[in-house]
């Protein structure tokens, strides 16, 4: 199981960022997907899920109606969209997948919002 995120970066706040989730090794449509992230000196959070089908079955209060979570199976990949960004959404962005109670994360990605 390989999870691969890209699509990080600088940008100014009330900007928007892309950020992309490559997933191989599995089956890539039977699972549901998570975005959870890491700001320095935190927790890991939850950020938003969605199944394979690609309903969004969670989305955190921080992030609702600014951020939004997709998939396109075709191309085993998951997406978030950030807009409206925050500095205060700052942190490392994870993929996350659970296979046979384990699970598996990519190696992150950095969000960095600033002027």
């Known amino acids: 199981v390989q999870l691969v995120e890209s699509g990080g970066g600088l940008v100014q706040p009330g900007g928007s960022l892309r950020l992309s989730c490559a997933g191989s090794?599995?089956?890539?449509?039977?699972?549901?997907m998570s975005w959870f992230r890491q700001a320095p000196g935190k927790e890991r959070e939850l950020v938003a899920t969605i199944t394979g089908t690609g309903v969004t079955i969670n989305i955190a209060d921080s992030v609702k109606g600014r951020f939004t979570i997709s998939r396109d199976n075709a191309k085993n990949s998951v997406y978030l969209q950030m807009n409206s960004l925050k500095p205060q959404d700052t942190a490392v962005y994870y993929c996350n997948v659970w296979l046979m109670f384990h699970a598996y994360w990519g190696q992150g990605t950095q969000v960095t919002v600033s002027s």
């Open positions: 090794g599995f089956t890539f449509s039977n699972y549901g």
